[in-house]
């Protein structure tokens, strides 16, 4: 690192070369100029819908809630449980169907 001891240690998945955060538009401009670069090959969704698919993918694995909240940086899991409920319903579903074919087999 060309900083050295200088490098902002931020934490950031996406940062500039110093270690410093991009600004939300910027990051967002990007993608969008990479989608529109590669749209006969991606489906196109935004930064948001990636998010939602992250989350949902998540509680399809039984992802403890808990771990989800701290994964999306919610600073309260209320708002994790009101938000992606969805997902954690059908994991439900899925994870009683799976108790319900142990039980009666």
Do not use: W
């Not at 948001?48 to 694995?61: K, N, P």
Request: aromatic share 10%.
């Amino acid at each position: 690192l060309q900083y050295g001891k200088n490098f902002l240690d931020s934490n950031y998945v996406l940062f500039q070369d110093n270690g410093s955060d991009y600004q939300v538009d910027s990051i967002n401009h990007g993608y969008v100029r990479f989608m529109k670069r590669h749209e006969d090959e991606i489906a196109y969704r935004s930064l948001h819908q990636l998010r939602h698919t992250y989350a949902s993918i998540l509680a399809s694995m039984n992802t403890p809630i808990k771990d989800v909240q701290e994964l999306l940086g919610h600073s309260d899991i209320s708002t994790t449980m009101n938000v992606y409920t969805h997902g954690f319903e059908e994991s439900k579903r899925t994870a009683a169907t799976e108790l319900n074919r142990l039980i009666c087999s």
